[in-house]
């Protein structure tokens, strides 16, 4: 059975991404926590690779790391899913929706940090996070001509990928137009994005590194 080491799942979009393909899917795993910044972390991710993060899939005797290599191997492991779009060129953009995520859009990743249980409106937002909203929101757009509810039609890595986001436009709340926000409410009420939140919401683990902003007793724990 395949092994999927992730980490907080209130804060770490990278682990989200595979988990919520996975089990959108339906594909069969265990799922091993590994709590970020703790002094058991490094070593722990750092015995499942070189680069001590998260997530890592395991099957067998091979690892697989960075949610990007682990959405390709899953698609290729599972081909009776299909996790890119059956369509050549649906499948070559969705790659490149998950390629822009996963290299670009820093700004809002550094500053609206993945915080699911929090309510934050307006917190994080400047013209260089605007910048990076609106290219995301371009490439949601093209994306839903296909029909929706989902980037491509059907559910794929490509909502996997973004799903993170949809978590920080729901938390920090910027102004989005009302087809955007029809798109990020479709991803939250999907089965595997409402049961990561869930779980998420329940951790009730506070790290003040991702939050600077509040304190322990403000963030309610």
């Not at 698609?75 to 929706?97: G, I, K, M, T, Y």
Request: charged share 20%; with cysteine.
């Amino acid at each position: 059975m395949l092994t999927l080491y992730i980490g907080n799942k209130n804060y770490s979009s990278w682990s989200m991404r595979p988990w919520v393909a996975m089990t959108a899917f339906g594909i069969d795993f265990r799922e091993r926590q590994m709590l970020l910044d703790t002094p058991e972390f490094a070593a722990q991710a750092g015995a499942l690779s070189a680069v001590a993060r998260v997530p890592v899939l395991v099957d067998d005797d091979l690892t697989v790391w960075d949610s990007l290599a682990i959405g390709e191997y899953l698609a290729e492991r599972f081909p009776q899913h299909a996790l890119w779009p059956r369509d050549r060129v649906a499948r070559a953009r969705a790659r490149s929706l998950c390629a822009s995520m996963h290299s670009g859009f820093g700004v809002l990743r550094a500053s609206m940090v993945m915080n699911i249980e929090a309510e934050l409106p307006g917190r994080g937002w400047n013209l260089d996070v605007q910048h990076d909203i609106d290219q995301i929101l371009a490439l949601w757009q093209d994306a839903l001509r296909s029909g929706g509810p989902f980037l491509f039609g059907d559910f794929g890595l490509a909502d996997a990928f973004y799903a993170p986001v949809c978590m920080r436009f729901r938390t920090y709340r910027p102004e989005l137009p009302d087809w955007a926000w029809r798109y990020v409410d479709a991803v939250a009420a999907h089965s595997a994005v409402a049961a990561w939140a869930a779980q998420a919401r329940a951790e009730r683990i506070y790290l003040p590194a991702d939050e600077p902003y509040r304190t322990r007793a403000q963030a309610g724990y």
